[in-house]
């Protein structure tokens, strides 16, 4: 199995439908992060945890939300989604030395 | 703000040759990792310099960190086309161990 792993790897969603990105991980890592990727803008950090009850809103937090349901989950949910959110996510991990660990990601398309 | 520029931004090479790519800052940086990136896959770490000057080797692949810690140069000795991918810099400036990123290298090696 996969340190990190993503679930679905590919969703098409319509426009106005609430959807969640699950993200599991082996590594035992406290931090975990959620990014998403755009061709020219790079990664861009939606939100980060730093243990199970610490939260934080990163760059490009609006019209997301997250949930840590244990040190091993953490997912991330698009309450309505616009075709602007259409974009590859990245949930990662994040080491004592503070490499990262990414999943496979999911691919999301809003139509 | 705190940037990481990369360059150049793609990179289009025939096998064996050899080539560095860059990741500057006007920022120091405590730390700096270099990703490789393969289409539809979550970026994997490469490397972690950590002191200024350091030189790091990984098979063919030479990392350098600047003396100042605002810069770092990655050189790929004799490529081959397992090498192409997007390679991506990241900075930890210390603040809450959240990385900076760069938009990367795209580096194709042609057989």
């Not at chain 1, 698009?78 to 990601?105: H, K, M, V, W």
């Not at chain 2, 490397?47 to 810690?69: I, P």
């Amino acid at each position: 199995d996969a340190d990190v792993t993503q679930t679905p790897r590919n969703r098409i969603t319509k426009t106005g439908k609430r959807i969640m990105l699950e993200c599991s991980q082996t590594k035992g890592h406290d931090r975990m992060y959620w990014y998403r990727q755009d061709p020219g803008l790079g990664l861009r950090l939606i939100y980060y945890s730093f243990d199970v009850k610490d939260i934080n809103k990163g760059e490009i937090s609006d019209g997301y939300s997250v949930s840590r349901q244990a040190q091993a989950k953490f997912s991330l949910s698009l309450e309505s989604a616009i075709p602007n959110q259409t974009a590859l996510y990245f949930c990662a991990t994040q080491d004592r030395y503070y490499g990262y660990t990414f999943g496979s990601g999911t691919r999301l398309t809003v139509v | 703000t705190q940037l990481l520029e990369q360059s150049p931004q793609f990179l289009s090479i025939q096998e064996g040759e050899n080539l560095t790519v860059y990741c500057n800052s006007s920022s120091v940086f405590s730390s700096l990792q270099w990703y490789r990136q393969e289409p539809g896959e979550g970026p994997v770490l490469l490397v972690t310099v950590v002191t200024g000057g350091e030189v790091k080797k990984l098979k063919r692949l030479t990392f350098q960190f600047g003396d100042a810690r605002k810069d770092s140069s990655l050189h790929i000795t004799a490529a081959q086309p397992g090498d192409t991918g997007l390679y991506l810099c990241a900075g930890d400036a210390g603040n809450n161990r959240k990385l900076i990123w760069g938009l990367g290298t795209s580096l194709a090696v042609n057989p």
